[in-house]
Every structure is written in C-alpha cells, then in structure tokens.
C-alpha cells in the first residue's frame, strides 16, 4: 500500500481495501483510486468492475443483506427481523439478485417442512473485508 493510502483520519486505506476486494470479487484490470490530495492511491481493477459491483451492491437492502449474512442469517425470517421494516417482496427481490449475481447460493433443505436458506458463496464470503472496510469507514 502506498504512503497516500496511509493518511491519517482520510479513510483511505478502507477505501483502498474495499476497491481491492471489489476488484478481486467481480474480477478486473487497473484503476486508480486519488487520495484526497489528488496523487494516485492505489491500483484495483476496472472502472467496469466497479460498476459491476455496483450494480449490486447498489440496491436498496443489498448491503445490509450482505452483511445480515456475515452475521449468520441464513433464513427469510432471520433477514427480517435482521434489517427491521423491509417489504418481504423487496427482501425476496433482493435474496434473488445476490444469489443471480454468484454472492448467495439458495439451499432447500429436506426437512419437515421444508425450508429454504441462503448461504455465503465463496464470491460472498469475499465481500467480508468490503463490509469491515465499510463499517470502519462509518466509524471514523
């Protein structure tokens, strides 16, 4: 990491570190992401694999499901009663949209009744230091 990304209270090794983890999740070549004082900060993937990521991750609900799933929801009424007042047709939109975009992978498990689960795919599992980054950021 260079030195720009090392300035103090700039939040720029978070950010670094979540361009890092999106470049390698959603795949990619060179970008640069500017400190604060304009200099180049860091080297992570394509400006197209950001807005892939984006894509999304951008969704109302996306993020906070992400991380509800770090924290080990794995069911529908677990997500719920995780992120509080989301439509369960918005939740069920997104649950689809993570798993289409390789983030969760839906299991239906035999049992009596049977249920479903969403868990972390690797891709996913990935994301984990976006989420610390993210959440250090807010923090700072």
Partial sequence: M??????????????ARLAAVLAMVFG????????????????AGDSRDVRRAA?????????????ASHHGCTRFTEFRQALGAIPPGTLAQRLGE???????????????????EYVLT????????????LVA????
Wanted: charged share 25%; net charge positive.
């Fill in 2 to 15: 260079s030195a720009a990304t090392q300035s103090q209270g700039s939040g720029l090794p978070e950010l």
């Fill in 122 to 133: 690797c891709d996913g599992q990935r994301l984990r230091a976006m989420l610390d980054a």
């Fill in 28 to 43: 990619g070549a060179t970008c640069v992401l500017v400190g604060l004082d304009g200099a180049p900060a860091w080297i």
């Fill in 55 to 67: 894509t999304v991750l951008e969704r109302r609900y996306a993020v906070s499901i992400l991380y």
């Fill in 98 to 116: 993570l798993e289409k975009a390789g983030v969760l992978r839906r299991e239906v498990r035999d049992a009596r009744p049977p249920h479903v």
């Fill in 137 to 140: 950021w807010a923090r700072a």
